[in-house]
């Protein structure tokens, strides 16, 4: 029977990371308590697995004695923190689209879908459901989501925008109190689900950021192909993009991209399959994870068609690849 391997792109750790530095707390002894390493995270495309990362961020909340951390993490993070995930997210024509567009980018960052919004008679909620069968860490994580989607909604909203109802899975409160924004806000714990109200009348509201002019040259540097294959592996996930899709994600025209990728003598192709190489030699690191696992991950139909790329990317079968690992 296949068991299902929850994974998270390495990237999404940066905020935690970047909030202990500031606190000059180390973070290598927490992540080898939980069988990590820093090195792991040099590329922030490389897929971790669930489990390991919120029991690290339970341990940091209590090595840092911050009952609050997920809050903690929020109050140091800027959503342009996420790089072209965050600016894309900040820059719709309203409200109503950057929910949408935060759920389904979500959706290609972790192999988990559980972000939806729901309708009642006064509200629009926004709605997450932790992912299954992990309880450590789930209260500083689920701190630091639900405050992150609030400061989502703070952009289009407004600065002073607080919300009316927050839910939350978790069954504790500690630490509450730190969450300032949420003083007037009524609060219920133990639910199915995390969920936040949203007024519908500010679905329509449009971001109080100013919207960057789109110019390929802002997005990836010229001399920095590299920088675009980061760029587009960190929004999807196991699936097979367009140059229209990637184009318009990136707010530009597909010949523009089609223009980039042939003056720096690559194609779309050969930019995925490299992102899906990196994808593979981390998951194949990752001694709990079989191959069959690792193909149903990258999107594979097939074992054996996973079997037959990888070999081809780097002259070893995903066995021989897992073994030399294991031996080293």
Request: charged share 20%; aromatic share 10%; glycine share 4%.
């Amino acid at each position: 029977m296949a068991i299902n391997i929850y994974v998270v792109r390495a990237s999404h750790m940066q905020p935690f990371f970047s909030a202990l530095e500031a606190i000059n707390q180390p973070i290598s002894p927490l992540l080898e308590q939980v069988g990590l390493s820093t090195e792991q995270f040099d590329n922030p495309d490389n897929l971790i697995p669930e489990a390991p990362l919120w029991e690290f961020i339970e341990l940091a909340s209590i090595a840092c004695d911050k009952p609050h951390f997920g809050f903690f993490v929020t109050e140091h993070t800027c959503l342009d923190t996420y790089g072209a995930f965050g600016e894309h997210l900040c820059h719709q024509d309203n409200l109503l689209i950057a929910l949408e567009s935060f759920i389904s980018d979500l959706q290609t960052h972790a192999n988990y879908m559980n972000y939806w919004l729901e309708e009642s008679d006064e509200y629009v909620w926004l709605c997450r459901k932790g992912t299954p069968g992990i309880e450590k860490g789930k209260w500083p994580v689920e701190q630091h989501v639900i405050s992150l989607m609030a400061e989502l909604i703070k952009v289009y909203a407004g600065a002073n925008w607080c919300p009316k109802e927050v839910r939350f899975a978790s069954e504790t409160g500690n630490g509450i109190e730190y969450a300032y924004y949420l003083k007037n806000t009524q609060l219920s714990f133990n639910n199915p689900f995390g969920a936040i109200a949203i007024e519908k009348e500010k679905l329509t509201s449009s971001s109080t950021l100013k919207k960057k002019e789109s110019n390929l040259s802002d997005i990836v540097p010229s001399i920095l192909p590299e920088t675009l294959t980061t760029l587009i592996a960190e929004k999807y996930f196991g699936t097979h993009p367009s140059v229209e899709t990637i184009a318009a994600s990136l707010n530009i025209n597909p010949r523009t991209l089609q223009r980039y990728l042939s003056t720096n003598n690559t194609t779309l192709k050969a930019i995925l399959e490299r992102a899906k190489y990196a994808q593979a030699k981390s998951l194949l690191s990752q001694g709990d994870i079989s191959i069959l696992q690792v193909a149903d991950l990258l999107g594979y139909t097939a074992a054996a068609n996973f079997t037959r790329a990888f070999k081809r990317w780097s002259g070893l079968t995903p066995k021989q690849f897992k073994s030399n690992k294991a031996n080293n």
